[in-house]
C-alpha cells in the first residue's frame, strides 16, 4: 500500500526576510536570470502553497533585499539595504503575526563576503555573531507570535565561482560552518515554531552530482578533492561594485535573457553570477523547501 501525509500547515500569508538570495525585486531586479519566470526560491515555495510573493515596495510582504547584512547599516556593497534586522523592525511595526503566516528569514552570505574580502583578524569571531544575530531575529518573530518559521542559512561559500577564482575554497566553507553554527546553536530551544531549512547541505549534494539534478555542470565536490571551476549562465560584467566581490565582475541583477553565456543552456546551469544561482537552481530549492515544511508541519 501507499500513504501520503496531510500537512497542518497551510499558510494563508508568506513573508520573507533576508538577503540578496530572498529578494523577489525589491528595487527592480533578482539576482538570478531575469526572465520573466518564477525565478526566485521563496516565490517558489510560495506558489506551492498557492499564494504569491511580491517585495514590499510594490505592497507585498517581500522584505529581503540584494546585499543586505543581518544588522550592518552598510550594506555588502556600501549602500544602504535595510539589514534583516530592520526588515524585521518594519515587518512587526506594520503587521501582526500568527498561526496563518508562514514566515520565511534567511541571511549570512553577504556578512561572509563582507568579512572575507575586509581580511579581519576577527573574520570568524564576526561572522559567528552575525549568526547569532540571525538567531535573535529569529526568536524576535517567534516571540511576537509566529508559529511557522523557516530559517535558511547561507550555503556553502566554498562551492561559488568566487571561492575558486580567488583560491578560498577552504576559508570561504569554514566562514559558512561558523555561521550555520553559531545561528543553530541560538534557536535550538525554539523547534516548535521553527524549521532550519539547510542550504549548505542541498547545494552540497546538488554541486556534487549535479546530474541527479537535472544541470550539466561538472561534479564539483564539497570535500574540496576537486578544483572545479563553475560554469556561469550570465554575461553581465558590472564595472562598479556589482555584487560585492570587487569591479569588473558578472552581476546576475543585470541578467537577462539578452546576456546568456554562449553555449551554455541556464536551465540546466547552477550559478547566475560568481555567488547567486540561476532560476532552475532556485526553483529546485523552493521545492526542497516545500517539502521540509510539509513533512515538518
Given at each position: 500500500?501507499?500513504?501520503?501525509?496531510?500537512?497542518?500547515?497551510?499558510?494563508?500569508?508568506?513573508?520573507?526576510?533576508?538577503?540578496?538570495?530572498?529578494?523577489?525585486?525589491r528595487?527592480?531586479?533578482?539576482?538570478?536570470?531575469?526572465d520573466?519566470?518564477?525565478?526566485?526560491?521563496?516565490?517558489?515555495?510560495?506558489?506551492?502553497?498557492?499564494?504569491?510573493?511580491?517585495p514590499?515596495?510594490?505592497?507585498?510582504?517581500?522584505?529581503?533585499?540584494?546585499?543586505?547584512?543581518?544588522?550592518?547599516?552598510?550594506?555588502?556593497?556600501?549602500?544602504?539595504?535595510?539589514?534583516?534586522?530592520?526588515?524585521?523592525?518594519?515587518?512587526?511595526?506594520?503587521?501582526?503575526?500568527?498561526?496563518?503566516?508562514?514566515?520565511?528569514?534567511?541571511?549570512?552570505?553577504s556578512?561572509?563576503?563582507?568579512?572575507?574580502?575586509?581580511?579581519?583578524?576577527?573574520?570568524?569571531?564576526?561572522?559567528?555573531q552575525?549568526?547569532?544575530?540571525?538567531?535573535?531575529?529569529?526568536r524576535?518573530?517567534?516571540?511576537?507570535?509566529?508559529?511557522?518559521?523557516?530559517?535558511?542559512?547561507?550555503?556553502?561559500?566554498?562551492?561559488?565561482?568566487?571561492?575558486?577564482?580567488?583560491?578560498?575554497?577552504?576559508?570561504?566553507?569554514?566562514?559558512?560552518?561558523?555561521?550555520?553554527?553559531?545561528?543553530?546553536?541560538?534557536?535550538?530551544?525554539?523547534?516548535?515554531?521553527?524549521?532550519?531549512?539547510d542550504?549548505?547541505?542541498?547545494?552540497?549534494?546538488?554541486?556534487?552530482?549535479?546530474g541527479?539534478?537535472?544541470?550539466?555542470?561538472?561534479?564539483?565536490?564539497?570535500?574540496?578533492?576537486?578544483?572545479?571551476?563553475?560554469?556561469?549562465?550570465?554575461?553581465?560584467?558590472?564595472a562598479?561594485?556589482?555584487?560585492?566581490i570587487?569591479?569588473?565582475?558578472?552581476n546576475?541583477?543585470?541578467?537577462?535573457?539578452?546576456?546568456?553565456?554562449?553555449?551554455?543552456?541556464?536551465?540546466?546551469?547552477?550559478?547566475?553570477?560568481?555567488?547567486?544561482?540561476?532560476?532552475?537552481?532556485?526553483?529546485?530549492?523552493?521545492?526542497?523547501?516545500?517539502?521540509?515544511l510539509?513533512?515538518?508541519?
Open positions: 500500500g501507499s500513504s501520503s501525509v496531510e500537512s497542518a500547515l497551510k499558510p494563508t500569508r508568506i513573508v520573507s526576510l533576508g538577503d540578496t538570495f530572498s529578494d523577489v525585486g528595487t527592480g531586479t533578482r539576482y538570478t536570470v531575469n520573466g519566470s518564477v525565478n526566485i526560491w521563496s516565490e517558489q515555495l510560495a506558489s506551492k502553497f498557492g499564494l504569491t510573493l511580491t514590499v515596495s510594490a505592497g507585498g510582504l517581500g522584505f529581503a533585499q540584494a546585499h543586505a547584512r543581518v544588522t550592518q547599516a552598510v550594506d555588502l556593497t556600501g549602500g544602504q539595504a535595510p539589514s534583516v534586522t530592520a526588515q524585521v523592525d518594519a515587518l512587526l511595526a506594520g503587521t501582526s503575526l500568527g498561526a496563518g503566516d508562514l514566515v520565511l528569514i534567511n541571511g549570512g552570505v556578512d561572509i563576503v563582507a568579512e572575507v574580502r575586509a581580511g579581519s583578524p576577527n573574520m570568524k569571531a564576526n561572522v559567528q552575525a549568526g547569532r544575530e540571525l538567531g535573535a531575529q529569529v524576535r518573530l517567534v516571540n511576537a507570535g509566529a508559529k511557522y518559521v523557516a530559517v535558511v542559512g547561507p550555503y556553502n561559500l566554498g562551492q561559488s565561482r568566487w571561492a575558486v577564482d580567488t583560491g578560498q575554497r577552504q576559508l570561504l566553507k569554514d566562514m559558512t560552518t561558523a555561521f550555520t553554527d553559531a545561528l543553530l546553536v541560538s534557536i535550538v530551544d525554539l523547534s516548535s515554531n521553527v524549521l532550519y531549512v542550504a549548505a547541505l542541498y547545494f552540497n549534494l546538488v554541486t556534487a552530482s549535479p541527479a539534478y537535472g544541470l550539466t555542470d561538472e561534479e564539483n565536490p564539497p570535500d574540496l578533492s576537486r578544483t572545479v571551476t563553475p560554469k556561469l549562465a550570465c554575461t553581465s560584467v558590472d562598479g561594485v556589482g555584487i560585492g570587487g569591479s569588473g565582475q558578472v546576475s541583477g543585470l541578467c537577462t535573457t539578452a546576456t546568456i553565456t554562449s553555449g551554455v543552456d541556464y536551465s540546466k546551469t547552477l550559478f547566475a553570477d560568481p555567488l547567486y544561482f540561476t532560476p532552475v537552481a532556485h526553483r529546485l530549492f523552493g521545492d526542497y523547501a516545500h517539502t521540509k510539509i513533512e515538518r508541519w
